[in-house]
């Protein structure tokens, strides 16, 4: 079974990236890892808000991002996209 540690995503995305928030939560025994961070592009910001857990073994990450001078008109809505997944067994 393959373990999400917040920790270590953070430790391994904060060397390229500013992180707004990191959390982990269980829903029906499963971790799921969720970050805000901010990542440098070529010519702009890209802020990106995240999930990731593991499903058969394997790492899932799923993501909403747009360009950091977007972040007030799409923030909410990618807030809003994130938190309505949810998870069956």
Do not use: P
């Not at 920790?7 to 982990?24: G, P, R, W, Y």
């Amino acid at each position: 079974m393959l373990l999400i540690n917040i920790a270590n995503m953070k430790t391994l995305l904060e060397k390229n990236s500013d992180i707004v928030e990191s959390k982990s939560y269980k829903v029906d025994g499963h971790t799921i890892g969720e970050m805000k961070l901010v990542t440098k592009a070529v010519d702009t910001n890209i802020y990106n808000h995240m999930l990731f857990f593991s499903y058969h073994d394997k790492l899932v990450i799923i993501t909403f991002n747009c360009t950091e001078e977007l972040r007030n008109d799409w923030e909410q809505v990618g807030d809003f996209m994130i938190e309505s997944l949810f998870f069956k067994e």
